[in-house]
């Protein structure tokens, strides 16, 4: 994912894959894109990952990243 791979089609489920290109940071958003327009989903990718950088921008200025992929069993 992280030599350029920017998304994925299929029948049961898309998702459109971001980075941060100052920080080591990586969104996937996953959708059904029988119900939403790819371009609205790409933008809503961007805006995650703006205000995500911008709620933990001064932790990322100090290099303290951390696992934010859910815990939750649902997502193993």
């Given amino acids: 994912m992280r030599e350029g791979f920017t998304g994925m089609k299929s029948d049961s ?4 894959l971001e980075h941060q290109t100052h920080y ?8 059904d894109s029988n119900l939403y ?4 989903m790409k933008s809503l990718a961007l805006k995650i ?3 995500f950088l911008f709620k933990f921008e001064k932790k990322f200025e100090d ?3 951390q ?3 859910p815990i939750n069993k649902n997502y193993e």
């Fill in 13 to 16: 489920a898309d998702f459109i």
């Fill in 24 to 31: 080591p940071i990586t969104i996937v958003l996953f959708y």
């Fill in 37 to 40: 327009l790819d371009s609205i």
């Fill in 49 to 51: 990952l703006d205000v």
């Fill in 63 to 65: 290099k303290l990243y």
């Fill in 67 to 69: 696992d934010f992929t």
